[in-house]
């Protein structure tokens, strides 16, 4: 098996853009050593300006399970400090739906 490319969507709210962009300018180096730690080794998200849609895009290392990583005490701070400007899911995780891949070309 290889390294392999995952993709998904989320919902920013309007207006949001500008602090959305600031939070992650400033992640904290414990949720990007738990992101690494799960397998995700490159992590991209672009926003779709008209619909307010992120679309996120990791490569993640051989044996990754499908989520960038468990619930962890940094995880559901992270989750709950993002709650206010993006779509969420009871438990504040981002309401998230992947995407199959329709394209590669390297």
Not at 71 to 90: G, L, R, Y
Request: aromatic share 12%.
């Amino acid at each position: 098996m290889a390294d392999k490319i995952v993709a998904f969507k989320m919902k920013l709210n309007a207006g949001q853009a500008a602090e959305y962009k600031k939070r992650h300018d400033n992640i904290w180096n414990e949720l990007k050593t738990e992101l690494k730690n799960a397998g995700v080794y490159d992590y991209n998200i672009f926003l779709d300006e008209e619909t307010n849609i992120l679309f996120a895009v990791q490569k993640v290392k051989e044996g990754f399970t499908g989520d960038s990583q468990t619930v962890t005490p940094i995880t559901q701070k992270w989750w709950d400090m993002m709650a206010d400007i993006m779509e969420v899911n009871p438990d504040n995780s981002p309401v998230s739906k992947p995407l199959v891949q329709m394209f590669h070309f390297e």
